[in-house]
């Protein structure tokens, strides 16, 4: 299926669809591969847009766009996106993306077209952006798989994308399957990465008591299942709720890189982003400064936990995605409202830079929920060894 953004199939997908696509340089290791980029990435000539219709500041040419490129990717268009990437649903000015797995349910977000890109056949992989779990939730929802790096990894580079959250950006792809995450990230790295031994790793298990439904606890603990029969042992690993840091530092930044957008008489947002916004500016210094002590607090707790352990198997989603408009959730502990139920399971990883793989597990009804491999930081290479070795053998 090729990118059309007048094809109803797509529709909610694509941001911009070039007449021509981009192609990349021939005989690199690359080549033959496609792939799309969220619409925060700069590209050269065209149009970028955040899924708003808010001014924005200027943003420079992605260096990774470049990159990709001139290792042979083809790129084929731009996705959406939720507004300014500041939501886990996709909504934004130019309407929702649809779950490919099921049209009346969300897609996740903010990284919604990238992983429908991918799940549609649309395109190889996608590049896709992850402040607080933007990435691993639509991939858990729409059945794929999604790779958030270490923070500050130089192959996958935040310059030339509009940012969200200095202290929490990352960039990454989205795929089919962990293989092709894997041939990117040896064409990246010029270095080929191994299938890794489960043999006598010791796998934290975080299953966070009450914050997940049947669908979401089941699809964890068959993960756990395959784990040992690779010979993992699993050793239980606790966690709080860090959300209270996040917000705090995330929108304060965030008001900060779109001030001059909210200085107007009507700044352009959706009332919803544009409320979040509002927060982030009137927040006073040191609330913010409490909440970067708070965050080095939760670093030396999550340290702690794995004192002794190889890395950590979570839950990337609390349920199945919802139904567009849904913004609550039924989980054991009762109904949550949505942002809190999906946000405290992802949010550890990306505020700390901790790097993740998440891979998709498919519900009964055709649907899917997913689970986190949570590596060290800096740790990339082998995650990504372990997760390829856990997806060949199952």
Request: charged content about 15%; some cysteine.
């Amino acid at each position: 299926m090729k990118p059309d953004s007048r094809d109803p199939r797509q529709a909610g997908v694509w941001a911009y669809v070039p007449d021509q696509a981009l192609p990349g340089q021939p005989g690199g290791p690359l080549t033959g591969l496609t792939f799309s980029a969220k619409d925060l990435f700069g590209v050269e000539g065209w149009p970028l847009r955040a899924g708003t219709l808010a001014p924005l500041p200027p943003v420079e040419v992605s260096p990774l766009v470049s990159r990709l490129l001139e290792l042979g990717a083809t790129l084929v268009g731009k996705t959406h996106l939720h507004e300014i990437a500041l939501g886990i649903t996709g909504d934004n000015a130019f309407g929702g993306t649809p779950n490919p797995l099921d049209s009346a349910r969300v897609t996740g977000g903010s990284s919604s077209g990238a992983a429908a890109s991918v799940a549609l056949g649309l395109c190889d992989f996608a590049l896709g952006t992850d402040t607080g779990g933007s990435i691993r939730i639509p991939a858990a929802w729409c059945g794929v798989v999604g790779f958030k790096p270490s923070k500050g990894d130089p192959l996958w580079p935040t310059e030339g994308v509009l940012p969200l959250s200095q202290t929490c950006d990352h960039a990454g792809p989205l795929a089919r399957d962990v293989q092709t995450v894997v041939r990117v990230q040896e064409a990246l790295s010029g270095q080929e990465i191994p299938l890794q031994s489960w043999k006598r790793l010791r796998v934290g298990l975080w299953n966070p008591a009450g914050w997940l439904d049947n669908h979401a606890e089941a699809g964890l603990l068959e993960t756990a299942q395959k784990v040992e029969a690779l010979g993992g042992t699993l050793h239980t690993v606790d966690l709080p709720d860090m959300l209270d840091a996040y917000s705090d530092i995330v929108q304060s930044e965030a008001a900060t890189v779109h001030a001059a957008a909210l200085a107007l008489h009507e700044p352009g947002f959706s009332a919803g982003t544009l409320a979040l916004l509002r927060r982030g500016a009137a927040l006073e210094t040191g609330v913010v400064a409490a909440a970067r002590e708070r965050r080095e607090r939760y670093g030396a707790l999550l340290t702690e936990q794995m004192s002794g352990l190889d890395l950590l198997l979570a839950p990337a989603v609390p349920t199945p995605a919802p139904v567009t408009g849904q913004d609550s959730v039924d989980i054991a502990e009762g109904n949550v409202l949505l942002r809190v139920a999906v946000l405290r399971l992802t949010v550890p990883f990306s505020m700390l830079g901790w790097p993740v793989l998440t891979l998709p597990s498919p519900t009964v009804d055709g649907l899917s929920v997913g689970v986190q491999l949570v590596g060290r930081p800096g740790d990339d290479t082998r995650l990504l060894g372990l997760g390829h070795a856990l997806e060949a053998r199952f």
